[in-house]
Structures are given as C-alpha cells and as structure tokens.
C-alpha cells in the first residue's frame, strides 16, 4: 500500500521569502513522486516528478524537489516565492504495478499556500 | 490540442436524481480515470480504465458507474445522486500504465446535490 502525508495543510510567506512544503511518503515499491498544483478553481497542474533518476528534481516556476529515501521524504522548495504562487499543491505518490493496472496515483491532502506582499 | 476536456463545469441536482459525467482525451492516451475532490482529503480515484475495453473500481466506487466508450472517451454516471456525492470531479488521462507517466487533468465539474 502506498500513501502520502503533507505535513503542514496551510502555508503562509511573505513574497519573495523562500518557500517550503513538505511531504513524506510510503510505498511498497519503488515510487515515482510527483507535485501537482492547483490555482482556484482550475484543474490540476504538474509542477515536476521524481522516476528514480537524479534525486534533485527542477520544476516548472522556479520551484524544485528533493527525492530522500532514508527520510522518504519529497519536500517541495522555492528560493523567493511570487504572488502568483498562491494555490493548493499536492504531493503524489505513484508505485509500479506489473498488471496492466494504469498508473495509480494516490494523493496527499494538499498544503494551501499564502503569498503575502 | 485540447487535452482533457469536461463537461458540465457545474451541475446542481436534486437528491435521487440521476446524471452522467462526460470526459474527453485528444492526446492517445490508453489510460483514463475519475476522481473526486473533497476539503482536505486531495483527490480519490473513483474508478479507472487502463486500456480501452476495460474499468476497474478505485478507492471510493460506490454509486458511480463508468463506460469507456473509446479510447478517447470515458463517463461516469450517478445513477441516484446523494448530498454525499457533493463534490469537485476530475477527469485524467495517461499514456501509459508505469508509474512514471504523468496524469493530465481536465478542469473539473463541480457537483451539487440538494
């Protein structure tokens, strides 16, 4: 079974501060992971992923994610945070099933971040 | 190219009324599938289809049902809508079943049921 914890629900930062959300995962197998964001009432949009190359991975806008198995750990980062940043991110874990099964995705419970000027 | 396409975006239906949930890909994607969005729980998957042909039940699958018309196209039906089915609902598509393909989400259909 796979699942996924985002550790903080809301996040508040003043523009241009770093930004951090955090997330910790679990898998039986060998996990791609991936963050989605989501501006208001809009569908959901991939912001980078993680399939066992570099554990360093760089996203669209600026942000980025480090892939740590000792921690499982997948926290997302971005140097100087910008208004237009204000939306719901998710945290996805995705495991390798050899039976035809698509690709099952299972989702943190999303951390909503604030941009204040 | 249009990606994933849903309609309607918003829909308010009466408790035990009935409705379907049109979902379309433009991308050749073998795989498809529904979620639903409620406050703080992300998206759980309602039903999938991997490949044409086939559906299979998610996490929460009761009181949907789903037809893969063909690879392109695939809705999800109410057949007695209930106010517990209030919710968001997103459409995605893959390209293939390994983990490290991506889903593209269409827009969502916001659903409310008095």
């Known amino acids: 079974a796979q699942s996924v914890t985002q550790l903080d629900s809301h996040v508040s930062v003043s523009e241009g501060t770093p930004v951090l959300l955090r997330c910790n995962y679990s898998?039986?197998?060998?996990?791609?992971l991936f963050w989605y964001v989501q501006h208001p009432n809009k569908g959901l949009q991939l912001l980078l992923k993680?399939?066992?190359?570099?554990?360093l991975v760089k996203g669209i806008n600026g942000f980025e994610a480090e892939f740590k198995k000792s921690e499982t750990s997948f926290h997302l980062t971005k140097p100087s945070a910008h208004m237009s940043d204000a939306a719901e991110y998710f945290c996805?874990?995705?495991?390798?099933?050899?039976?035809?099964?698509?690709?099952?995705?299972?989702f943190g419970g999303g951390t909503r971040l604030m941009v204040k000027p | 190219n249009a990606g994933v396409t849903q309609t309607p975006k918003f829909q308010v239906l009466k408790t035990g009324q009935s409705m379907t949930l049109q979902c379309a890909q433009d991308?050749?994607?073998?795989?498809m599938y529904w979620y639903r969005q409620d406050p703080g729980m992300g998206l759980r998957l309602i039903y999938y289809?991997?490949?044409?042909?086939?559906?299979d039940k998610g996490e929460v699958p009761n009181g949907y049902n789903v037809s893969r018309l063909n690879k392109r196209e695939f809705s999800l039906r109410l057949e007695s809508a209930a106010p517990s089915q209030t919710s968001v609902y997103f459409c995605?598509?893959?390209?293939?079943?390994?983990?490290?393909?991506?889903?593209?989400f269409g827009p969502g259909t916001r659903l409310t049921v008095t």
């Open positions: 993680y399939t066992s190359a570099a554990t």
């Open positions: 995605a598509s893959s390209g293939r079943g390994g983990s490290s393909y991506e889903q593209y």
């Open positions: 289809s991997a490949s044409e042909g086939t559906t």
């Open positions: 991308m050749n994607h073998n795989s």
């Open positions: 898998s039986s197998y060998s996990p791609s």
């Open positions: 996805v874990v995705s495991d390798f099933r050899n039976n035809n099964a698509g690709n099952m995705l299972t």
